[in-house]
């Protein structure tokens, strides 16, 4: 009986160690960097259903026979990019390296496409597709960027390329966690050339800081002897003041005894020059009074007797020039009055001594015989003759004047002087002056 008990104790305590040992086998518990799959099991997320349930940082009991367990890690992935002869905007191949840290994604949806896609592969198999899809996207991102623009800002590069392959990373169920461009090269030395033009440009700025450095430091010296030569002048100003100062006062000092020195001589020569004017005005009137009876009176006397002997003098012109005014203010106001007819009746009033003043110029002429030959011309016309026609201009001279001319031609000789003196006698008394116009 005893040793029936002790069989049973004995198939128990090995049934209940089996059981434990089976239990711990079944139970499986999940790391917090990495993912448990449960295949086998079925559940619902949404509208759509999945043949398999996932455990993260937890524990869960495998059904025996009906479940499958699968492990997938979730810790980073250190991939190295490298990437050669990928043209650039521009045409310039770049050779690129860069390193990524890539992880599968712990957070669904997009952890069921990495279940999907890469439950059951190595995690190196997983690096060299993360590797292939970040090369890819690299190179299209170096299409869109120059060269400049690569190597110069190389943050800006990580971030386009985290954005343009985020896409593809999430349909695989990997996440980009940090991208570094490493080294950025080029086989034509285009950056090379552009690097010199940098140094250059750089030597450039050098080179002119230092001569504007220069240029300062020479404005500054030029300012500083400009104000240690303001100061040498403001010194000497100061000194040349203080010695005028000094000057001034001394004169001043002077000044007082040399006007009360000047100030008496100049009374004594005051009071000689009061006596020698009192003097001098005697003096004066004494050579007034002689001047006065020997010169003014006397000049007086015969400015007076001049300017009487004058006036006398000036009568009978002005009388003169009076009548003759009178004469041709009559001769105006006689000529008005007749009108159209003047000038040819002042004309036939002075006939005669117009006649003997023509004569009187051939007096001394000795005229036998005149002997007029007819002539036709056509100034003259054609009918009459020239003899006839003075005779006839003679005699209507003598009826409308009363001259005879044959009489004045025979005794002009005779009394030629006597003539003269006639003509000469009426020019005084009636002037000869121009008819006023009508």
Same mark, same amino acid.
């Given at each position: ?161 985290? #954005? &343009? ?5 999430? =349909?695989?169920?990997?996440? %980009?966690?940090?991208?570094?461009? *490493?080294?950025? *090269? ?9 690097? =010199? ?13 230092? #001569? ?9 010296? #030029? ?6 030569? =303001? ?40 009071? *000689? ?20 009876? &020997? ?42 009055? #007749? ?24 007096? &001394?002429?000795? %005229? ?30 003598? *009826? ?39």
């Amino acid at each position: 009986m005893g040793s029936v008990v002790g069989i049973i104790l004995a198939v128990l305590v090995g049934a209940g160690v089996l059981i434990v040992l089976n239990i711990k086998n079944l139970i499986y518990i999940c790391a917090p960097n990495e993912v448990l799959i449960f295949s086998g099991s079925r559940r619902r997320v949404g509208n759509k259903l999945y043949g398999y349930k996932i455990i993260k940082g937890g524990r869960k009991l495998r059904v025996p026979l009906m479940e499958r367990v699968d492990r997938l890690d979730l810790t980073n992935m250190v991939i190295d990019i490298s990437v050669s002869n990928a043209y650039s905007k521009g045409g310039v191949p770049l050779a690129v390296q860069g390193v990524a840290n890539v992880k599968v994604a712990g957070h669904e949806p997009v952890l069921n496409n990495a279940i999907e896609r890469f439950l059951g592969k190595s995690r190196h198999e997983i690096m060299q597709i993360a590797k292939m899809t970040l090369e890819g996207s690299l190179r299209g991102i170096l299409a869109t960027m120059t060269p400049e623009e690569v190597n110069e800002d190389k943050i800006l590069f990580a971030e386009r390329l985290v #954005a &343009d392959v985020e896409e593809d990373m999430t =349909r695989l169920g990997l996440v %980009i966690d940090t991208f570094k461009l *490493q080294n950025v *090269q080029d086989e034509v030395s285009y950056l090379d050339s552009i690097g =010199r033009k940098k140094n250059a440009e750089i030597l450039r700025q050098a080179r002119i800081a230092e #001569a504007v450095a220069r240029a300062d430091a020479a404005v500054r010296a #030029a300012e500083n002897r400009e104000r240690e030569m =303001r100061a040498k002048i403001t010194a000497e100003t100061d000194i040349a003041k203080a010695d005028a100062q000094k000057r001034l006062r001394d004169a001043l000092t002077r000044r007082d005894a040399l006007v009360a020195e000047e100030q008496a001589t100049v009374a004594a020569a005051l009071a *000689q020059s009061k006596a020698e004017i009192d003097v001098q005005k005697a003096r004066v009137e004494q050579m007034r009074r002689k001047l006065d009876a &020997d010169i003014v009176q006397p000049a007086k006397a015969l400015c007076e007797s001049m300017e009487a002997d004058a006036k006398a003098r000036a009568a009978p012109i002005v009388a003169d020039g009076e009548a003759r005014a009178m004469v041709l203010r009559t001769l105006s106001e006689r000529w008005k009055a #007749a009108g159209p007819n003047a000038r040819d009746v002042f004309l036939l009033q002075k006939m005669d001594k117009i006649i003997d003043a023509i004569t009187a110029t051939v007096a &001394d002429t000795h %005229i036998q015989q005149v002997t007029m030959i007819d002539s036709k011309t056509p100034s003259l016309g054609s009918d009459g003759s020239l003899p006839v026609r003075a005779i006839s201009t003679i005699e209507q001279i003598k *009826q409308v004047l009363g001259v005879d001319l044959l009489d004045l031609l025979k005794n002009r000789r005779q009394d030629g002087t006597q003539s003269s003196q006639s003509i000469s006698a009426s020019s005084r008394e009636i002037p000869t002056a121009e008819p006023p116009e009508s």
